[in-house]
Each structure stands twice: as structure tokens, then as C-alpha cells.
């Protein structure tokens, strides 16, 4: 522990999606002048704004400024571009880099977990080559198939990644069916890079329900059918990992006319409320997160005077 209070302090925000992260992170940028690392998987696309709840920036000088404070990993690459974990992990090393040259603090905000342990915990990576005969087998196979053999094979991987992704369920399957373990559990941690306040925020079941209706919502008032058509009529297939996130490949079957824009909308709020589940029982399992019910900002602005002592 004294190692870690020797080493540059980071603040991390995490919580389920729609939890008021991005605010709450702007805030605390402005009074404690801080610089911002998006640990959204989904945020880091260009012309994917309205589905991911990407906060409205603008692009100066070769950075993406919200409300003046400046954001990395953000707006930065196109729908067609491959990002995974390792790529964030070094992109992210990078930036917290120069946000400490600056003489700034650190803040990373997301809810993706993983994106966050990479940091935290300095995991190791573990890499395999896709292999393309097994998923050629694997993407012949159906969804549901594909999970049952994840959840047989690796359990772990299966509560951690989006299951109705087929991407990510093809990718688990094949790390485990390679290597024969857990890719959850292939991950080592290393020695840790930087002393973290880790602050998570919390709602309540039925509020945080709510509060992720409201915002689908307004993303629908924000034209977000227009824009996943608009990413179609661009060429961005319904395949890449991309137009596989949530917000996005719900319309697909709306496009095909099989469903109304109204289920669509209920399809969209049920898939992140599971999602959100999701996100609040991997988060949960980290004891070094300091929780605020109900967006308590004055306590996270009290955390956070008392870390940076």
C-alpha cells in the first residue's frame, strides 16, 4: 500500500450505464483541474454519437473539448476500426501520461469493467490470434448455441461480456477452446501504475430503470433512428462490433420491418437495463469502490479533497 500512495494519483468514475458519470466527472475536471480518459467501449467511435450518449464536444487544436475540458479516447476512430482492450489499455497509459505532464488530474470515466481493471490492476493481456477455421465454424452456428457453449466452457467470461453480442461471445469461446482456460482468468495482474480513488455511483433498481427509460427517450427525440440509418447508408455493416452495441443492433430488425419503432424503443431499454445488471454485479465485486447513492456529488468532491492531500 505504500508503494501505491508513492505512485501518480488517478481518480477513476465508474457505475451502470445512464448512473450521471459523465456529470459528475465534468464537475469534478472543473474544480479540481482535471483532464478526462473515456473507458467507453462504445464512445470511442466517430459519427456514433446519440446511441453511445457520447457527450457533445467539439474537436480543437486536435482535442475533443466538453464544456472546455479536454477528453481522450473519444471521437477517435471510425465504426469500421478495430478497439479492444489492449489497444484502450495502451492508448489509455498514454494519455493519463500527458494529462500528468500537464500537471493535471487524471479522470477516467466509462463503464466498460474491464477497460478500468486493465488500468487499475495493470493486467496482463492475454493474446491469441484469431483463428479463422474455428470461427468460421463458430459464426455458423446460432446465438443462443454459441452462448450455452461459453457458459458451459467458461462461466466466468460468460457474466462479464454481452451476450447478445455474437462478436464477443466468438471471441471468448475462442481464447478458452485454445487455451483451454478462462480468458477472465488468463489476465495477471502487475505491479500497479498509479494510487486510485475508485468512485462508483449507485441507484437504486427501479430508479436507474427509470432513469435509462428517460434517456432512450430523449436519445429517440435526438433522432438516433436517423442516425443508425444514416451509418447503414455509409456502408457500416450490421457485423461490426460497432453496430453490434446496444442502441444500434436493435434496429436492425426494425429496418427489416419486422418490428415497430415502439418495440424497438422497449427492446433498446430492456437490453440496458440487463446490460446495466450486468455492469453493477462485476463492479460490485471490487471492494476498493467508494460508493454514491443517488449521485451524492458533495461526497465525491469530499473523497476526492481528502485523496489528493
Do not use: C
Request: hydrophobic share 40%.
Amino acid at each position: 500500500m505504500n508503494i501505491e500512495k508513492k505512485l501518480p494519483k488517478v481518480v477513476a468514475i465508474i457505475g451502470p450505464t445512464a448512473s450521471g458519470k459523465t456529470g459528475l466527472a465534468i464537475s469534478l475536471a472543473k474544480e479540481f483541474a482535471g483532464e478526462i480518459v473515456n473507458a467507453d467501449s462504445r464512445q470511442v467511435y466517430k459519427k456514433m454519437d446519440i446511441g453511445t450518449a457520447k457527450p457533445e464536444g467539439v474537436w480543437r487544436d486536435g482535442e475533443y473539448l466538453v464544456e472546455g475540458v479536454p477528453h481522450y479516447l473519444m471521437d477517435i476512430i471510425d465504426p469500421d476500426q478495430e478497439f479492444n482492450l489492449s489497444h484502450f489499455k495502451a492508448e489509455a497509459i498514454k494519455a493519463i501520461g500527458i494529462i500528468l505532464k500537464k500537471g493535471k488530474l487524471p479522470i477516467v470515466v466509462g463503464g466498460t469493467g474491464l477497460y478500468f481493471w486493465s488500468l487499475i490492476d495493470n493486467l496482463d493481456i492475454p493474446h491469441f490470434a484469431p483463428n479463422p477455421e474455428l470461427r468460421k465454424q463458430l459464426e455458423s452456428e446460432s446465438l443462443d448455441k454459441l452462448v450455452k457453449m461459453l457458459k458451459e466452457k467458461d462461466l466466468e467470461t460468460a457474466e462479464a461480456i454481452d451476450l447478445k453480442n455474437p462478436r464477443r461471445v466468438i471471441r471468448a469461446l475462442e481464447v478458452v477452446i485454445q487455451s483451454g482456460e478462462s480468458f477472465v482468468a488468463l489476465r495477471k495482474k502487475g505491479q500497479p501504475l498509479y494510487n486510485t480513488l475508485q468512485i462508483g455511483l449507485y441507484w437504486e433498481k427501479e430508479k436507474l430503470k427509470e432513469r435509462i427509460g428517460s434517456r432512450v427517450e430523449t436519445q429517440i427525440r435526438d433522432r438516433l433512428k436517423e442516425e443508425v440509418e444514416t451509418l447503414l447508408k455509409a456502408g457500416y455493416d450490421w457485423s461490426l462490433p460497432s453496430m453490434s452495441s446496444i442502441g444500434y443492433r436493435e434496429f436492425k430488425d426494425f429496418f427489416d420491418n419486422k418490428i415497430t419503432l415502439s418495440q424497438t424503443i422497449d427492446i433498446i431499454i430492456k437490453d440496458t437495463v440487463q446490460y446495466a445488471k450486468r455492469q453493477m454485479t462485476w463492479f460490485k465485486r471490487d471492494e476498493r469502490i467508494k460508493w454514491l447513492k443517488n449521485g451524492e456529488h458533495a461526497l465525491a468532491r469530499e473523497l476526492l479533497r481528502e485523496f489528493l492531500k
